[in-house]
């Protein structure tokens, strides 16, 4: 069984064993005010760390002062602390410049993305992990419930933190075309080379 948030941050923790950041703060907060991408659905929390931010968007968030370290080793058994964790891997992917997708696109951007995954998704066979609303993949492809029909899996950030998800992925990522969609999902996506959706999604928050 491979838990992928779980592994994620084991894999933080080796990258920072001798970088010397582990014991640096984080901060976790809302902005209520701040848009979100059109895929995923909930409140944008965002980490801060070393003067970048990131965001993943969840219905679960957290506001607190933490540290990277404080994820090594935790059982990460809710909705919103794995959802703290992948936030924090992504503004540490983001801080290490592994990973250029901190945040969603400007709305001006919304249907040029629509129409761009719509057309690369036309005619297959897809199964959705995680609520992306009526924007999603029901509007673009035939959405099936069946996994074993399916020619393309679509994860968001939710569907992301869910604890089966990791097994999931690894089970069928050489069988069909694996999609990690929005930049809830880009730190995790960078961590493991797995295809990522988010053309126009932005490094910084204006």
């Not at 703060?25 to 801060?48: H, R, Y």
């Not at 945040?103 to 993305?113: G, L, V, Y």
């Not at 880009?186 to 126009?200: D, F, N, Q, S």
Request: with cysteine; hydrophobic share 40%; aromatic share 6%.
């Amino acid at each position: 069984m491979m838990d992928i948030v779980v592994d994620a941050v084991k894999r933080i923790q080796d990258l920072s064993e001798h970088g010397g950041c582990a014991d640096a703060g984080v901060v976790l907060d809302v902005n209520p005010n701040a848009k979100i991408c059109q895929f995923e659905q909930g409140a944008p929390m965002s980490a801060t760390f070393g003067g970048r931010s990131a965001v993943f968007t969840t219905f679960d968030p957290i506001r607190a002062p933490t540290k990277i370290a404080f994820m090594f080793g935790a059982p990460l058994d809710s909705v919103a602390v794995r959802g703290a964790a992948v936030a924090i891997i992504n503004v540490i992917l983001g801080f290490l410049c592994m990973s250029r997708v901190l945040h969603p696109c400007r709305e001006s951007s919304h249907a040029a993305c629509h129409d761009e995954i719509r057309r690369e998704l036309a005619g297959k066979s897809l199964y959705c992990i995680g609520a992306m609303g009526k924007s999603g993949p029901s509007a673009f492809g035939h959405v099936t419930q069946n996994l074993s029909d399916a020619d393309v899996i679509i994860i968001n950030g939710e569907g992301l933190v869910a604890q089966d998800t990791g097994d999931l992925i690894e089970a069928n990522r050489q069988r069909c075309r694996v999609i990690c969609i929005g930049p809830s999902t880009a730190g995790i996506a960078r961590l493991y080379e797995l295809e990522h959706w988010c053309p126009y999604g932005r490094n910084c928050q204006d």
